[in-house]
Every structure is written in C-alpha cells, then in structure tokens.
C-alpha cells in the first residue's frame, strides 16, 4: 500500500473540500477502496474518512418514500423493517452482495461507488484503460467470462459489480451529492453511473469535490418485487446475471412492469422498450421473449461471456414466469 | 572425534570504513549484507534477554544469518558445548555462519540485553533456553535434543514482539529507517484501541490493517491472516458487537470502538460456549480458520437474535427468521474452511443457538 495521510472529516462541507485536493479520496466502509490501495491499483495520496459523520439514518420522506444515508451499512439497510415491507427487491439484493462481515462494514454510497471485478483491472501486469487509460483492454482478448455482453466499448467490456444498485435502478432511486459549497444536487439513478466509452476510468456523472450524501427511494411501487441473481456459487459470489424486477399482473395480464439487470453492462441495465412491450400483454412464453429479445437488443459476447446471451433471456423467463404467477 | 566449528564472527562498525561506520545501522547492514552473501532475506525476530535467560539460534546447512545487538553487552557461544565464546555490544553485527548448527546469544552482564535477527538466508528457529542448556551435554546435531525447549508458541510470542518494534521506533531508532525520522513522525498517527475491555493508545502509520495493529503491535495473534483481501473470514473481529473483516480496515478508523478479539470471548478462563460447541462437535482440523469462525457465529447469532434477515429467508416480514442448516450456511458464507469442517460447524452453531444437533 503507497503512504497517504489520513483524516477524519468533522462535516460534509470539510469533507467535500478536502475531496477537492487532487489525490484526495473518500473512505467510509473501505472494503472495496483498501483492497484496491493493497494491490496499488488506487493509490490514494489522502483519505477523507467520513464513516462517522452522521450520514447514517433512514428517514421516510414527505412523498412517502426513504432518504437513505450514505454511511448506512448494506447490513442495516437490509434488515430496515421498512424496506423489507415495502422495498423487499433492494433488501433482497442486498443480501444476495458479498458476505455478512463486508455487509456490516459496505456503505449504500460505497455500493455505488464500487469499481468492476474485471481480473485486468485488478492486475496491475496487465494493460487496462480503466485503471491506466490508453494501456488497452486485456479482458476483450482474455478471458472475459464475467464481463459485459450491453453497453461495451472497444476500450473496456467491464460489468459494474454491484446488486445494490440493480435494484435501485429498478426502483428508480435518485442519489443526492453535495459539493464543498454546500449545494446539494439530485442525480437520478439512470444517469449515475456511466458507460465505458472512450473514458471508462470516468465511471459516474459525480462531480470533482462532491460527495454523495443519501440516496433517495420515491414511494414503494405496485406489484410483485423479485431479486434474482445467478452466480457460481450459492452464497458470496458476483452475479453472471441478476435480474430485478416489479411487476404488476392481474388475471394472467400484465398492468406495468420494471426490469433491472445486473451483470451485463458498466451500469445497471434497463430497457424501457422491454417494459412497455409488457403492458396489456398475457402471462406467457411469448411474451416473456419478446421481453429478452428487447432487453438483449444490441447484446454481443466476447468469447467466454456468450452464455450471458441465453442465461440472460432464461433468467428474465423465469423471474416473470414467477412475478405474474397468480 | 574433534568436530570443527566455523567460527561466528562479531562484526563491529570499525570494520567499516569511516564514512560508512558513522552512519545509521541500515546502510551498515547493506555494507555488511553482500559480503557475507546474505542479500535477500529479512527477518525481524527482536528478543529482549534478562540477565539469567538464554536465547539461541538454530540452523540448518547452508543458512547463514546476521543479527544484531540493539542495546547491552552479550556474550556469543558456540561449539559442541559452548567452548567457544565472543563478546557483542550494542551496535555490533553478529554473523553466524553456514554449517554452525547452534550458538547463543546471553546477557554477559546484570543487564538485560536487546538483539534482533535482520538478515537470514531462510527464518532462524530461534529459541528460548533453560539456564542448563550446556549442561545437558547432548549432540547439538541431534534434532532429537529436548535441552531447546522449542515450542512453537514460545518462538512465535518473541517473533511477534520483534514485529512490534521493527514497524513502531526500532527501525528508525536502532537499525536506521528506510523512512526517514521526519517522514515517518509525519505519518504516524495516534490510535486507542480498545481491545477485549482493555485501552492500548498506539501511533500507527495509518496504512495499518486493523488487523496487523492487533497482530502485530499488540501480539494479539489469535485473529489471523488468510487472504488479506476480505474473502476468507479468517481474520473476522466484532466490532461494538458487530462482525467484520479486520483485514479490510484501517486501525485508524476504530479510534475508541470496542473490538472483541478471539482472545476476549472467553470469560475468566471459562470457555465462551461457542467455543465449548467448536470443541464438542469437532468443528475445524488445521484449526487456522477457526478463531474467524466462531468470532464471525459470535456476530451472526447477534445478528440472528435480532432478527436481521439472510439471502435465504423465505418471508422478509418474518421478524425472527428460523435459524435453520441453510440459514446457518448461507449467514455464515463469509468464512471459509479449506478443512471442510462446515457440518461440524454448523451443529457446534446450532448447540450454542439452543437447537437441537
């Protein structure tokens, strides 16, 4: 690990200020920033600890939905009897990341901010335009078995990593930044995180100095909610796919429908075609696919990740062969 | 037979040019190093020797190693029974060559003394002796030579110690840093730790894992280090009552908490009763992940008990989730057992929850 200096920020203004240094990096669970700064692929020349400012509450907010404090552990917002009641998809989510040990420590802005689990990316031998851009991207001749099949770009075909976060997609959550000058600014989940492009180290629209705050849920939304991930291994794996989804169904017909993916794309996947494809539609094999070949629009494997491509399409299958089971 | 021995060499810094001899112990220690062909290896074992103890180092073939007298006088023996000797003082070298399967290095005055090992061509066994060691008179040859007293606790308990100064003020202090004094006073920083009810006020660079500050700054080497990177649970404390990776955390950042190490569950000597089900149901073999194991079921039946639910919880709205064999496996993912000894785990879990084995 390269030297850094420490300190423990008293406020979010200070915080936000000293983000602003150049070198200067926020740490609050740490699980994913410490293990990235022991294999010098971040190399912090400043940690800003936020982990005990009071960014920590779930609050319910005037429009009946959840303001989520950017510390608040993965662990509490799990078992948070408000989003088991209402917001079950997220805490399911939730759930499915990681272990109990890094749940207890992760942070709901940590979780968003959590970089790929690319192999290249991690291997500092190898060239990467994520972590050294114009290096080359070792995954799109490598192995690639956990990478991106939507949304890929020629200089980098990493997935983002987190569940968290699909659900969040699908429940359409807005996260709140606040710079040093103490303004606050709404980011709607769908415009967060980026896609790789010619810049894939630029991997969300925040700002230089901002510094997330909480993340807003609106009003929990009708119908069934289901979070599905398919992994290596039952429990403490990333997802090859995760599917999250709320779906509305009466009589064997579907009323409304929200489909987040996870596993396929820099970003949590959404295809609004997909959805709207659904409404009015019957409950059936037909309509199932005609949903994946919506969502798999565009999609394109890279070798070892073309099973994505059917594992996909199976998974949306089941997830709504479920959902709108009555 | 008349064994020969080769001789141990005490390399005081006027062996050294002018120059070199006025400068700190590291840059000596690199002088020293390729001209005895010891270049690759360092080790910092530090041992502190009242008068009346002994200490020695065991090796094998072609090892050679150098240590170093931190502070007091010593004297060096060596031989089939210590026939031969050498006085060291503080700020010498010790060379201990290849084919010397034994020496000692013992406080030759009321003075307790200090002397680390800083360079071996592979880890010394260094010992603790009883005060008869000569005495015993056995081949030192023979491996099968109890007069050692080698246990592996007691060579470990020293080598933790050594840690401890080598990473706080003995780099700087003694053997001269790669770090220099001001850079490195920059960087340290202040810490209470509050371990097992117990306050240590340390100052640490802040890179230190939470888990290195409790293994190596305060020989607390019960929570272990497997992978390092937050994957295995070897190294899981509780934390205000709360598991997590001591690995993946800055000891920084705990500044006042309360952190329960494996050393701090049991009470007054009587087993914590996790502990009592690990033993009934056999629940490990090698025993390296086990210390994780029942820190992180110490957290997890916390967990359970509070109702806080798993990937595997039928009804999230269930406020107490059933503690079931998928329950228990799926809550307790984050620890790994390459020993396999998981349905041996999961029923010492199930005795300590209340549950039928």
């Known amino acids: 690990m390269k030297s850094f200096t420490y300190e423990r920020a008293d406020s979010v203004s200070r915080a936000a200020a000293a983000l602003a240094q150049p070198g200067a990096k926020v740490i609050a669970g740490g699980t994913n920033l410490l293990d990235l700064m022991k294999l010098q692929v971040e190399s912090p020349s400043q940690l800003v600890d936020i982990s005990r400012l009071p960014l920590d509450k779930i609050e319910e907010t005037p429009a009946g939905g959840l303001r989520i404090g950017a510390t608040v552990r993965n662990s509490d917002l799990a078992a948070d009897p408000r989003v088991r009641r209402h917001y079950g998809l997220l805490s399911r989510a939730l759930l499915a990341g990681a272990s109990a040990q890094l749940r207890n420590k992760a942070t709901t802005g940590g979780n968003l901010l959590q970089r790929t689990r690319c192999y290249y990316f991690y291997d500092v031998t190898k060239p990467c335009n994520k972590r050294e851009p114009g290096s080359g991207c070792a995954a799109l001749g490598g192995l690639n078995r956990i990478h991106a099949i939507l949304g890929a770009s020629d200089q980098c075909i990493a997935t983002h990593p987190s569940d968290m976060a699909v659900a969040m997609r699908a429940l359409d959550a807005g996260v709140e930044a606040v710079n040093a000058a103490g303004e606050t600014r709404a980011i709607p989940i769908a415009d967060f995180h980026r896609l790789p492009g010619n810049t894939p180290q630029i991997e969300t629209t925040l700002r230089a100095g901002e510094i997330i705050t909480a993340v807003t849920l609106p009003p929990p939304p009708p119908g069934v909610q289901i979070y599905r991930k398919v992994r290596d291994r039952a429990s403490y794996a990333f997802a090859l796919v995760s599917v999250a989804a709320v779906v509305e169904a009466s009589r064997g017909v579907i009323r409304s429908a929200r489909l987040a993916f996870g596993g396929l794309a820099h970003k949590p996947w959404r295809v609004p075609q997909a959805e709207e494809g659904l409404v009015g539609r019957s409950a059936n094999a037909e309509t199932f696919d005609a949903a994946a070949t919506a969502v798999l629009d565009g999609a394109r494997g890279y070798g070892s990740n073309d099973f994505k491509i059917p594992l996909t399409r199976r998974t949306l299958h089941a997830v709504l062969a479920v959902a709108t089971r009555t | ?357």
């Open chain 2, 1 to 357: 037979m008349v064994t020969t021995y080769p001789p141990v060499r005490i390399v005081s810094p006027p062996e050294f040019d002018e120059g070199t001899a006025q400068t700190s112990g590291s840059v000596r220690l690199a002088a020293i190093a390729p001209q005895l062909g010891i270049e690759s290896t360092l080790w910092g074992g530090l041992f502190e020797v009242k008068p009346g103890a002994r200490t020695g180092i065991h090796h094998h073939g072609e090892q050679q190693t150098i240590a170093y007298v931190l502070s007091g006088i010593c004297e060096v023996r060596w031989g089939t029974r210590g026939e031969y000797t050498a006085s060291a003082k503080a700020g010498d070298f010790i060379h201990v060559p290849a084919f010397l399967p034994h020496m000692e290095i013992n406080p030759s005055d009321s003075e307790p003394f200090r002397w680390v090992v800083v360079r071996s061509t592979s880890t010394p066994i260094v010992v603790n002796l009883p005060d008869d060691a000569w005495s015993v008179g056995a081949s030192v040859h023979d491996n099968s030579d109890t007069r050692f007293q080698l246990t592996r606790r007691a060579v470990l308990e020293t080598g933790t110690a050594a840690v401890a100064l080598l990473s706080g003020g003995f780099s700087h202090a003694a053997l001269g840093a790669a770090l220099p004094d001001a850079e490195a006073a920059r960087a340290a920083a202040p810490v209470e730790l509050q371990v097992n009810g117990q306050p240590y006020a340390l100052k640490l660079d802040p890179r230190t894992t939470l888990l290195d500050a409790l293994r190596e700054h305060l020989a607390l080497t019960g929570s272990k280090k497997g992978c390092d990177h937050g994957q295995c649970g070897a190294c899981t404390v509780l934390i205000d009552g709360r598991r997590i990776n001591s690995c993946l955390t800055l000891a920084v950042m705990h500044d006042g908490q309360a952190i329960t190490t494996i050393e701090g569950l049991a009470d007054n000597g009587t087993l914590h009763p996790l502990q009592a089900a690990f033993i009934t149901h056999d629940g490990f073999q090698c025993g390296y992940c086990t210390s994780g194991q029942i820190c992180s079921a110490t957290g997890m039946l916390n967990e359970s008990r509070a109702g806080m639910p798993s990937y595997v919880t039928e009804n999230l709205a269930d406020a107490q989730p059933e503690l079931t064999d998928a329950e228990i496996r799926e809550r307790m993912s984050g620890n790994i057992c390459r020993c396999a000894a998981y349905p041996n785990i999961v029923a010492a879990i199930k005795q300590t929850a209340g549950l039928p084995t």
